[in-house]
C-alpha cells in the first residue's frame, strides 16, 4: 500500500471520518465500519483533504484538461484538489454546477473554467451512482468529454447485483473511477496495526458476505 494510502486512513481515523462500530447502510446492511466525509469540515482538514486526492489523481497519472465537482459535495472537493494540484506545479481550470439554473448575470447552471476537453469528476463516494450519471449528462451537454471519476473511498461491495456501485459506473460509462483508497488497502492497513485488530474480522467477515469480485 502507497505511503499516502495509509496516510489517508490514519488522517480519516483521527478526524472520526472513518469509524467501526456497527452501522446500517442505506441498502439495510449492518457494516462495521463507516466514511462520512462530511466530517472534514475545517480549512485544515479540508486543506489535507485536497492533497489527498491530488496525490491519488498523479499517482494514477490520470489524462484530463478540467476539474469538475458536482454540486453541492463537490463544489469543495473540487476547489481544494485544484488549489491542491497547483501547489505541485499541476495548474488545472475548475468547475461545479448550481442544482438550478440561474436566469440572470452569467446566467446557465455551471459556476467556473469552461467544460472543455476530457473532465474529471470528482466526489467523495459512489453508492447509486446517481451524481456520475448526471455529470456525464452536464459534460456532453457541453460538448465535453467525460475522462474519468475520482473518489475518497471505493468499498468495493455489491450494490443490487453482483456488481459493485465504482464497477457499474465503470461498465455504464466506460470510466475509470480512481479511488484514494478502497477496502483491500482498509483491510491492510487493520493487519499492521494491532490496536485496531479487533475490528479486522468483522471487516473480512463483512466483505465474504457482500464484497463484489475485482
Do not use: W
Request: hydrophobic fraction near 40%; charge should be negative.
Amino acid at each position: 500500500m502507497s505511503d499516502f494510502r495509509q496516510a489517508f486512513i490514519q488522517f480519516a481515523i483521527e478526524r472520526n471520518v472513518l469509524c467501526f462500530g456497527e452501522f446500517k447502510t442505506k441498502a439495510g446492511r449492518m457494516s462495521p465500519y463507516f466514511f462520512n466525509a462530511g466530517l472534514f469540515n475545517d480549512g485544515d482538514a479540508l486543506r489535507k483533504l485536497g492533497q489527498f486526492y491530488a496525490k491519488a489523481i498523479v499517482d494514477a497519472e490520470l489524462p484530463f484538461d478540467t476539474l469538475f465537482g458536482p454540486a453541492y459535495k463537490g463544489i469543495p472537493l473540487v476547489s481544494t484538489i485544484a488549489i491542491a494540484l497547483a501547489e505541485m506545479d499541476k495548474n488545472y481550470p475548475f468547475c461545479f454546477n448550481r442544482k438550478e439554473a440561474k436566469d440572470h448575470g452569467e446566467g446557465g447552471v455551471l459556476v467556473g473554467a469552461p467544460m472543455q476537453g476530457r473532465v474529471l469528476i470528482v466526489d467523495d463516494v459512489i453508492s447509486a451512482g446517481t451524481s456520475v450519471r448526471e455529470s456525464v449528462e452536464l459534460i456532453k451537454t457541453a460538448s465535453a468529454t467525460p475522462g474519468g471519476v475520482v473518489i475518497a473511498l471505493d468499498r468495493m461491495e455489491r450494490g443490487t447485483g453482483e456488481l459493485s456501485a465504482v464497477q457499474e459506473v465503470q461498465q455504464t460509462h466506460g470510466l475509470t473511477v480512481t479511488p484514494i483508497i478502497d477496502l483491500d488497502d482498509l483491510v491492510a492497513y487493520l493487519h499492521h496495526h494491532p490496536e485496531l485488530a479487533q475490528h479486522l474480522q468483522a471487516v473480512q467477515r463483512y466483505r465474504d458476505q457482500y464484497g463484489a469480485i475485482y
